[in-house]
């Protein structure tokens, strides 16, 4: 029964795998003033979904709100918005690095994410590895500290981008009580509450293509609500580790194009690197399978 969120995480990093072809074309346009438009449109879409074609289902999530303990509430709004606002932050570093930096400095971003996945969801949702899951995770660190070898900026923002994205994942498994479409509802709407009036004012100077309009509805759709979605939906059926380590897919791709399609300098040993990432992927979830069928007999 876990091929359903298996098949949700990995299509979710498979659009997000490919993130790059939509964003390289809007290069000339600053990081902020991408994410403004998308969350604006992410906003409008969302709630639109979530208050006309799924209003009972939000009104019943806002009805649990509202009666639970001031506690139990106050735990709950309290992580909805700290997500909302490291998802925001994770969005703005990952497209400022990819049009700044380079596409290969966002996939090790996402190299490190289940890396540091797993280490959290160990510490705090005392998620526990088997011996091939750790050799994976070893395996993994093996190839990131390949990578960075020599790009010391790289490895500084992929550390940051990945760190953000990782609480996120570890947050949102152990935020259990709330629908989570209405969950995802929060968190764009918050992070747009954050944003928005910050964005709109140097955005205001930029004068905006139809093009440009074209591609982030398209990110907005696309790459934001329906990916972040499924991430959520996978957590509901698997251990946030195992998300994690299937973020790999994401950078494995990005790899991909980086080297066939945007033609950017790859070396050897960075081919290696990722090979032994591909390799580390199977190993891990070879492990949590066995580890699953031993526990389920």
């Not at 994410?35 to 074609?53: K, M, V």
């Not at 300098?265 to 492990?287: E, K, S």
Request: charged share 10%; with cysteine; proline share 2%.
């Amino acid at each position: 029964m876990q091929f359903k969120y298996y098949a949700a995480a990995l299509f979710s990093f498979i659009i997000w795998g490919v993130f790059s072809l939509v964003l390289r074309p809007l290069s000339d346009y600053a990081a902020l003033d991408i994410l403004t438009y998308r969350i604006a449109f992410a906003a409008i879409i969302i709630a639109f979904i979530s208050f006309i074609f799924r209003y009972k289902v939000t009104k019943e999530n806002i009805n649990i709100i509202v009666s639970l303990a001031p506690k139990e509430r106050l735990k709950i709004i309290s992580a909805t918005v700290f997500s909302a606002v490291i998802l925001a932050l994770n969005w703005y570093l990952y497209i400022y690095v990819l049009n700044a930096v380079s596409v290969n400095a966002t996939s090790l971003a996402y190299l490190i994410c289940p890396i540091l996945t797993t280490v959290l969801a160990s510490l705090f949702l005392n998620e526990r590895l088997n011996m091939g899951q750790w050799i994976a995770v070893g395996m993994s660190v093996v190839s990131c500290l390949i990578l960075s070898y020599g790009h010391f900026m790289d490895m500084l923002y992929s550390v940051v981008i990945a760190f953000s994205y990782a609480i996120y994942l570890v947050v949102q498994k152990a935020s259990t009580k709330l629908d989570k479409f209405f969950t995802l509802t929060l968190h764009i709407l918050i992070s747009a509450m954050f944003l928005l009036p910050l964005g709109m004012t140097a955005s205001e100077l930029v004068e905006h293509s139809m093009l440009f309009y074209q591609y982030v509805l398209l990110i907005a759709v696309f790459f934001t609500i329906i990916p972040l979605f499924l991430n959520m939906y996978a957590l509901k059926g698997l251990d946030s580790s195992v998300v994690g380590v299937l973020l790999y897919i994401n950078p494995i791709i990005s790899f991909l194009l980086a080297v066939f399609y945007f033609k950017e300098d790859i070396t050897l040993l960075q081919g290696l690197a990722y090979g032994l990432i591909f390799l580390a992927v199977i190993v891990f979830n070879v492990a949590y399978l066995q580890r699953k069928s031993k526990t389920i007999s």
